[in-house]
């Protein structure tokens, strides 16, 4: 069967989103709107919700940002997902934290909490975060550097999860007839000490009802593959065309086989925009509106986003320039420029195709032709499952839920019911042993 994330944004992937009659357009802060997102996401049996986020209000040219809702000003995602794990029973909850902007202890904190609050569905989304604007919220004036932020971001992650191993599953007895409240043996020091970080431990949370909340990663560059291999257990992925999502398949799980891991205790989920219809003409009608909504100016700042540079010096209709690779995501800029040259495309046509669907693969037509394409990822080596993106919200969702689910379950290649409680479970994921159950050793305080 194949997985099926849901990856929300406040109204929608696509540009402009907030214009579309049926979405939302107050959606970051309509609480009401994100418990109606969760039910219908949880109503067509997905694996997971998917939050996304940074700490900084993404910077601009002024055009594109007044006309943008994306992660302009909108949740805290943790904070978001506390409210829907009380709304929802089965679907899993992911959201980002970034291990360049956070501390190793606040994050194993609050994951393990959602992963109580929610009965074992928590995932942690591991970024390194991607803007100079993030930096400048937290006292740096530029960016850590790519390979720094991933050296960072291992021992960040081995701390936190040596963090949620600090009680063992069974160490709080809470034993009234004898006043003893927790098993001291069975608690935990880590007592950490590396380049990057320092932490004593033991965590203030017991041990996460999933041992450990799911890891998620979307490592695209050779240095973020090669991370997202070692300890991801979902991989978000920005694959634009089916080739490219084989070879990035089969590299990546190779990367697994070779870090002595399971391949198949690692899922990659490519990331899939949509606009569907009873008929490919009606599709075709529905994407070629979405499109009047775009401003070019607004286009075009995505593109620049995505590729790292400013975009604003080059002519919009002449070709995408040469750029180098930014300090952000290395793989959506490698993604975007190999469309942009397989295709020949203008500044503005790719800005367009990258409006469309955040940089992420569009499919358009009729039910039957986006569960074929679905499909067809799904049983050549291209996929274990989709990160589906709705490009306007709340009418999109209702439509991937209501018609193309239904036709994937008629074709076997769906659940129709959850399989267990807990996001592993979804995923068909095993539950991590502790460390100190596997002969890890206690450090004293």
Known sequence: MMHLGAFFAPSGHHTASWRHPAAQADAAINVPHQLELARTAER?????????????????????????????????PLTLLSVLSGATKHIGLVATASTSYCEPFHVARWFASLDWLSGGRAGWNIVTSASEAEARNFGRKEHFDHEVRYQRAREFTEVVRGLWDSWDDDAFVRD????????????????????????????????????????????????????????????FTTSLQLTEARDYYADVKRRVVA??????????????????????????????????LVHPI???????????????PYPIDGPVPDLPPPNGSVGTYLSAMKLARDENLTIRQLSIRLATGRNRFVIVGSVEHVADVLEEWFTTGAADGFNILPPYM??????????????????????????????????GLSRPASRYALGGVSRPA
Do not use: W
């Open 259 to 292: 870090a002595g891991r399971d391949p198949d205790q690692c899922v990659i989920l490519p990331g899939v925009t949509y606009c569907v219809g009873k008929t490919d003409a009606e599709a075709q009608e529905q994407y070629d509106f979405m499109l009047s």
């Open 176 to 235: 009234k007839e004898s006043g003893l409240f927790f098993d001291p043996e069975k608690m935990h020091y880590l007592n950490h000490q590396g380049e990057f970080f320092s932490v004593r431990g033991p965590l203030n949370v017991p041990r996460p009802p999933q041992g450990h909340p799911v890891l998620v990663q979307a490592g695209s560059s050779d240095t973020g593959r090669g991370f997202a291999a070692e300890v991801a257990e979902a991989i």
């Open 44 to 76: 067509g049996k997905f694996d997971l919700i998917f939050l996304a986020d940074s700490v900084a209000a993404r910077e601009t040219h002024i055009e594109h940002m007044k006309r943008s809702t994306q992660y302009v000003a909108n949740f805290e």
């Open 298 to 312: 607004a286009a075009r700042e995505i593109a620049a986003l995505t590729l790292g540079h400013d975009l604003a």
């Open 394 to 427: 709340p009418g999109a969702l209702d439509d991937f839920v209501d018609l193309v689910i239904p036709e994937l379950q008629r074709r076997g290649l769906f659940r129709t019911e959850y399989s267990g409680p807990t996001l592993r479970d979804h995923l």
